[in-house]
């Protein structure tokens, strides 16, 4: 049976330790890219790629997560009022009338795996996508959709990759392939978290979304604690190699790590030059602090 990506889980209930003291009081998620949250820019990418049900797994200090996709009745009115439409484009309507979200917890932010695992009983006995939403995407098309055209419908669990040079290993996810790497859909026998470039397989890494079966779980039961005490997703994907399909798919585009500092700030130069009403004062900007700065 050909099964579709009907869900869709979010894991917002990290630290985001990289970023403080910004993230001291405000979620990582919400820190905008020119003036859109990166939580928002996530979304967006999975309700074009067709998901109808949106699991956020939140934790302390981040219920402006949940405030931010709540309906805005009353702003909506006064910029109706002031006739300023092209600000409610961003702030109206964002999650369709069809389209359901279900909030739950991870009382304890010990790593990722454990937050897709709180999903467990949202997602039942169907395929899913995980999306993570420090990593955003330029591209003609979206990155979960990617994924999703590569998608057999069957047992099949897919990761997103791009290459990396080797020396960044250590902050990344990073595959084992099983045969070569030329196609754009690669078969994967292994994968390893952060590994040194010595230790790491190749120079593919896993680049923040995913389309799970729900057997996923069981291997998330069964992962152990990384040496810093995390429960990692990449830990229970390597234990489902053996015995489920899990493909990497190489996609096109280019990402932008917001996790990050520089990935930040990249990305927000970057999204700033593709906007009519920004590329020529940032360029202008840009020229000026270089040579204020040389
Ligand atoms: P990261 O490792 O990038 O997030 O996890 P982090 O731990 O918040 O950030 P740093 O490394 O301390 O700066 C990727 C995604 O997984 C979520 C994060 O919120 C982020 O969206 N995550 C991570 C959880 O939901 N729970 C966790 O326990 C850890």
């Not at 009382?107 to 395929?127: F, Q, T, W």
């Not at 489902?240 to 190489?250: E, S």
């Not at 917001?258 to 840009?286: H, S």
Request: charged share 25%; hydrophobic share 40%.
């Amino acid at each position: 049976m050909t099964m579709k990506i009907r869900k869709a889980v979010f894991p917002v209930g990290g630290l985001g330790t990289r970023f403080l003291p910004a993230t001291k009081a405000m979620p990582k998620e919400m820190l905008p890219v020119v003036d859109k949250p990166l939580i928002q820019y996530a979304v967006e990418e999975a309700l074009e790629a067709g998901i109808e049900e949106i699991v956020f797994i939140t934790g302390k200090g981040k219920s402006a997560i949940e405030d931010h996709f709540d309906a805005a009745h009353e702003l909506v009115n006064i910029l109706e009022g002031r006739g300023a439409d092209w600000l409610l484009k961003g702030v109206k309507d964002v999650i369709p009338a069809h389209v359901r979200i279900i909030y739950t917890r991870q009382g304890d932010p010990v790593g990722l795996g454990h937050a897709v695992a709180c999903a467990k009983s949202i997602i039942g006995d169907e395929p899913f996508a995980v999306l993570l939403a420090d990593d955003i995407f330029m591209g003609e098309k979206s990155c979960l959709s990617q994924l999703i055209d590569q998608y057999d419908g069957g047992k099949e669990n897919l990761v997103s990759l791009m290459p990396i040079p080797k020396e960044q290993s250590t902050r990344y996810g990073i595959i084992n392939p099983r045969n070569g790497t030329e196609n754009t859909k690669i078969a994967i026998s292994g994968m390893v978290e952060k590994p040194t470039p010595e230790r790491a397989p190749s120079n593919l890494a896993i680049s923040g979304r995913y389309i799970l079966q729900p057997e996923i779980f069981d291997y998330l039961a069964s992962v152990d604690k990384d040496g810093k005490g995390e429960y990692q997703l990449t830990d229970a994907i390597a234990a489902l190699v053996d015995h489920q399909d899990v493909f990497g798919v190489k996609v096109d585009g280019e990402r932008y790590d917001c996790g990050d500092k520089f990935g930040w700030l990249r990305a927000n130069l970057a999204f700033a030059l593709k906007r009519d009403d920004l590329e020529g004062d940032v360029k202008q900007m840009i020229t000026d602090l270089l040579r204020e700065n040389s």
